[in-house]
């Protein structure tokens, strides 16, 4: 989505037609949205490549709109940012993404990680670490099963506090990813300075390989790069059953995309998750 003029806000989506909608009338939507429980999750699960479970599961926001129907991040997050309303929602997400797996746990499932996405105004809130701590003990979930997904352009943004905050949700017992590595400007710099549990390999590198000798390369590298760091290293937005087999040629640890599942709701998830019964 992007702005149009001073108050117009293009919504759009590949499956229906690109509507303009007030935006100052959107942002009290969002507001009364966030209150009114109209924000669901869906979730994408992440495989081990070699022993084929279910790892983990990103955590991703969707909008169910009382008069546009369903959207998606990609219409509401930068209106969320720009206004400062992704300070409530993501808490929400945190709280919510907590809760959900810790019931599944509760369930008896096999135990994975869940990964919400932190963006910048988020990591730059003073209240992010008070809001992590309130979903962990309001679930009741180990911190250990909750990672954070954050990108390099937040890091670097924030560098010096960034470290600090790090450190602080490491010491809790977090998991801290880097998000879409690689097309940022200063991925190794990111690697050096911060207290990273996992890397995830932006789509972009993924999607050629079939075809694109230099991308081979350059994933081969990062999966070789992040091992040789000691990180966990996944590759995002894989589609076919050839990037799957070269991903584990290059011994990529966990892998996620529309190969293995497109992100799903809680229900559905649960009933996968379930599939994979406790050794
Ligand atoms: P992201 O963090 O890079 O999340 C992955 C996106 O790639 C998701 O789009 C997912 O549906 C999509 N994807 C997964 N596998 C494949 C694949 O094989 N092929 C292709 N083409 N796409 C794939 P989605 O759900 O539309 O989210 C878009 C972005 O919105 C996310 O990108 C993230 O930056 C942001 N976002 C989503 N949920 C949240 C949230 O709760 N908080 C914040 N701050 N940002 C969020
Ligand atoms: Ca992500
Ligand atoms: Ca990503
Ligand atoms: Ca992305």
Redesign the pocket.
Known sequence: AKSSGRNGYQIYEQTRPERSVNKLTLLEEMRSGIENGDFFLEY?PQYNLVSGRIIGA????RWQHPSLGRL???EF?GLAEESGL?VPL?RW?MKEACRQNKAWQDAGLTPITIG????AR?FSDVGLVADVTAALEESGMRATYLEL?LTESLLIQNAEQAVELMDDFRRIGLKLAI??FGIGYSSLVALKSFPLTRLKID?SFIRDLDYDENDRSIARAIVSLGRELGLCVVA????TAKQQAFLASCRCEVV????FGR?MSANKFGKLLGMTLTP
Do not use: C, K, Y
């Open positions: 994408q990103e955590a991703l926001v998606m991040p990609g997050i992704i993501g997400v919400v996405n932190v963006s988020q997904e998000d879409d789509r995002e937005g894989v589609e996620q995309g529309f190969h992100p």
